[in-house]
């Protein structure tokens, strides 16, 4: 039986019930009902973000928000909600978590660039409490502070849904890493979480040890993402140690931070002795010089496991370019899973850039639209959880 023509019912209330009867919001939401019944059963994810810069839009706001949920909550085909870069608060914030502590299909949400504040993340960890079908759930770029933060890893630890989730630039103002102290907690005891984005955390030797020290009791994570924080060579002892014992990482992004020629000499020495999960690492932009990244593709001679690795961003020397050329020559290393591409001038081996990483189009999509090409966007290919986080 088609259930469009009471979906039409719903949406139109729901426009009835807005200031601006034609709010081109509500507009589309119709436009996107008018599909057919075939496409419903196997569940869509509305796109509904606000930075398309191809298509002007309306950016959704906590009213427009307030007359969607209830819409929402009746629905079985919507799995997949992305609000990303919107103008929603706090108010937007509780009206999502109200809405999904009934909710029992939707599987991912999307509240990216959204500034609900500390707040609007405790209303999430409340959500969390309660909701046990959501799968992934980003809060990136949200201005979560150390409440927030502290709540919802206090609320995932015996969660057994979320499988994904990003914390990406949180606003914290203390030194004491106590999100981090509590997140580490978390993950001795949860078993459903495999990906895992600290972006931007102010991170540093305390954190990073207190992370390690979980990871050593945590058998599900397979994605850890520490780019841009403040760890440095000797904060990479840790993640050394960690890699030699460790079996279920696959994906460590290391991208934008300081771990130097010694801190990759660590990660080099793991990788070549001992560990054999992880697929990808990325030391972009950690000033590293040759002798770093050369002990890095002299790892990758041993280690058959390890098959994308990103560094662009570093000092490049000569024997850095012959030894990553030589990878890519043999076949060792593909072409489409490393960020440089080696070429010759008057004899010398030199390596450009190439717009290869393990999540490039997190915050932008090529004016093309969506890339057919992987490459970009390589954490997909080895296996993790959401296309968007």
């Given at each position: 039986?088609?259930?469009?023509?009471?979906?039409?019912?719903?949406?139109?209330?729901?426009?009835?019930?807005?200031?601006?009867?034609?709010?081109?919001?509500?507009?589309?939401?119709?436009?996107?009902?008018?599909?057919?019944?075939?496409?419903?059963?196997?569940?869509?994810t509305l796109k509904i973000?606000?930075n398309n810069h191809l298509?002007?839009?309306?950016?959704?706001?906590?009213?427009?928000?307030?007359?969607?949920?209830?819409?929402?909550?009746?629905?079985?085909?919507?799995?997949?909600?992305d609000l990303r870069y919107?103008?929603?608060?706090?108010?937007?914030?509780?009206?999502?978590?109200?809405?999904?502590?009934?909710?029992?299909?939707?599987?991912?949400?999307?509240?990216?660039?959204?500034?609900?504040?500390?707040?609007?993340?405790?209303?999430?960890?409340?959500?969390?409490?309660?909701?046990?079908?959501?799968?992934?759930?980003?809060?990136?770029?949200?201005?979560?502070?150390?409440?927030?933060?502290?709540?919802?890893?206090?609320?995932?630890?015996?969660?057994?849904?979320?499988?994904?989730?990003?914390?990406?630039?949180?606003?914290?103002?203390?030194?004491?890493?106590?999100?981090?102290?509590?997140?580490?907690?978390?993950?001795?005891?949860?078993?459903?979480?495999?990906?895992?984005?600290?972006?931007?955390?102010?991170?540093?030797?305390?954190?990073?040890?207190?992370?390690?020290?979980?990871?050593?009791?945590?058998?599900?994570?397979?994605?850890?993402?520490?780019?841009?924080?403040?760890?440095?060579?000797?904060?990479?002892?840790?993640?050394?140690?960690?890699?030699?014992?460790?079996?279920?990482?696959?994906?460590?992004?290391?991208?934008?931070?300081?771990?130097?020629?010694?801190?990759?000499?660590?990660?080099?020495?793991?990788?070549?002795?001992?560990?054999?999960?992880?697929?990808?690492?990325?030391?972009?932009?950690?000033?590293?010089?040759?002798?770093?990244?050369?002990?890095?593709?002299?790892?990758?001679?041993?280690?058959?496991?390890?098959?994308?690795?990103?560094?662009?961003?570093?000092?490049?020397?000569?024997?850095?370019?012959?030894?990553?050329?030589?990878?890519?020559?043999?076949?060792?290393?593909?072409?489409?899973?490393?960020?440089?591409?080696?070429?010759?001038?008057?004899?010398?081996?030199?390596?450009?850039?190439?717009?290869?990483?393990?999540?490039?189009?997190?915050?932008?999509?090529?004016?093309?639209?969506?890339?057919?090409?992987?490459?970009?966007?390589?954490?997909?290919?080895?296996?993790?959880?959401?296309?968007?986080?």
């Amino acid at each position: 039986m088609s259930v469009l023509p009471d979906l039409h019912q719903q949406y139109l209330q729901a426009c009835q019930n807005l200031s601006q009867p034609e709010n081109p919001f509500v507009a589309y939401m119709l436009q996107e009902a008018d599909r057919s019944d075939k496409t419903w059963t196997k569940g869509i994810t509305l796109k509904i973000a606000g930075n398309n810069h191809l298509v002007p839009v309306q950016r959704v706001t906590d009213e427009d928000l307030q007359a969607l949920a209830p819409v929402l909550q009746n629905t079985v085909f919507v799995t997949g909600l992305d609000l990303r870069y919107n103008v929603l608060t706090d108010d937007g914030a509780k009206h999502v978590a109200k809405f999904l502590q009934r909710n029992e299909t939707l599987l991912y949400l999307r509240m990216t660039g959204n500034k609900i504040g500390n707040k609007g993340g405790m209303y999430f960890a409340s959500m969390l409490q309660i909701n046990s079908a959501l799968e992934k759930l980003d809060l990136g770029d949200c201005d979560l502070g150390t409440q927030s933060l502290m709540a919802i890893a206090t609320v995932l630890t015996p969660n057994r849904s979320v499988k994904a989730i990003n914390l990406n630039r949180p606003l914290i103002y203390s030194q004491e890493e106590e999100t981090t102290v509590h997140i580490a907690l978390m993950l001795k005891t949860n078993s459903s979480l495999v990906e895992l984005h600290l972006c931007k955390h102010e991170m540093k030797k305390f954190g990073v040890e207190r992370l390690c020290e979980a990871l050593y009791e945590n058998c599900s994570l397979r994605y850890l993402d520490l780019s841009c924080n403040k760890i440095t060579r000797d904060d990479v002892k840790f993640l050394g140690e960690l890699l030699k014992r460790n079996q279920t990482l696959q994906i460590l992004d290391l991208n934008s931070n300081r771990i130097e020629d010694d801190g990759a000499i660590y990660l080099s020495e793991a990788l070549a002795l001992c560990n054999r999960t992880l697929q990808a690492l990325s030391v972009a932009s950690n000033n590293i010089s040759g002798k770093g990244l050369v002990a890095l593709s002299d790892s990758m001679k041993t280690n058959m496991e390890l098959s994308y690795i990103y560094i662009w961003g570093n000092k490049f020397d000569e024997a850095t370019c012959m030894a990553f050329s030589e990878l890519i020559q043999t076949g060792r290393l593909k072409p489409n899973c490393t960020d440089v591409e080696p070429y010759e001038v008057d004899g010398h081996i030199h390596l450009a850039e190439v717009s290869h990483g393990l999540k490039k189009h997190y915050y932008w999509t090529p004016s093309c639209g969506k890339m057919k090409n992987k490459d970009a966007n390589a954490s997909l290919a080895i296996g993790a959880v959401s296309e968007y986080l």
